[in-house]
């Protein structure tokens, strides 16, 4: 038997084996396009799920959104009794071309908290939190927060406290402390 026969059949044995491994394997051409399909299905309906999850806006999760301004007002007041229920709620100020996120709950220790829907590391991706049970947590990073440490702890992914004080039945924000978070959604100077 020539060298030549030898190389040739030794190949054409290379050449079956590969075949065979890849219809073993699902590798044909035709099963390679069907992955290429179902792959590409799974993730335009991961990307729809994002939207779903992720497109509702900073306060999403079924969470109510409001915006609590009055002209000229020099505070925000908002009934307490609307946060009996622990659930977060959040809001919207305007002012100048920002819009300043916030969001108030009832913690589980009885308290009414306020801070902002930002933190001092994760505020350029203008993510905020949302609520799971008894904690908020950070949309950008994940770490998550107790509610009775909201307005009590501050810095890192913390979100930002924002100052509030009750007066009967009323929760009582100034306006120049809302105002005074503007830099955590000026997101023209971000980076």
């Known amino acids: 038997m020539s060298k030549k026969s030898a190389k040739h059949r030794q190949s054409a044995n290379r050449s079956n084996a590969s075949e065979k491994k890849a219809i073993v394997l699902g590798q044909e051409?035709?099963?390679?396009?069907?992955?290429?399909?179902?792959?590409?299905?799974?993730?335009?309906?991961?990307?729809?799920?994002?939207?779903?999850?992720?497109?509702?806006?900073?306060?999403?999760g079924g969470?109510?959104?409001g915006v609590a301004q009055t002209a000229d007002a020099a505070e925000v007041r908002l009934p307490v009794a609307q946060f009996d229920d622990g659930q977060a709620r959040h809001?919207?100020?305007?002012?100048?071309n920002i819009t300043v996120r916030y969001?108030?709950?009832?913690?589980?220790?009885?308290?009414?908290?306020a801070a902002f829907d930002a933190c001092d590391v994760c505020w350029?991706?203008?993510?905020?939190?949302?609520q799971e049970g008894d904690v908020m947590i950070c949309r950008n990073?994940?770490?998550?927060?107790?509610?009775?440490r909201i307005n009590?702890?501050?810095?890192?992914?913390?979100?930002?406290?924002l100052q509030r004080t009750v007066d009967g039945d009323q929760l009582v924000i100034r306006v120049a402390d809302i105002e005074g978070g503007k830099g955590y959604f000026n997101f023209d100077q971000k980076g």
């Open 152 to 161: 009590e702890v501050k810095g890192g992914c913390n979100p930002a406290p």
């Open 91 to 96: 809001f919207e100020y305007k002012t100048g």
């Open 124 to 130: 350029p991706a203008g993510l905020g939190y949302f």
């Open 63 to 65: 969470v109510t959104t």
């Open 29 to 60: 051409s035709g099963s390679r396009n069907a992955t290429y399909v179902l792959l590409g299905v799974a993730m335009l309906a991961l990307a729809v799920v994002g939207l779903v999850i992720w497109g509702t806006g900073p306060s999403g």
């Open 103 to 113: 969001f108030v709950l009832k913690s589980s220790d009885g308290v009414v908290r």
């Open 141 to 148: 990073c994940g770490r998550r927060f107790a509610s009775i």
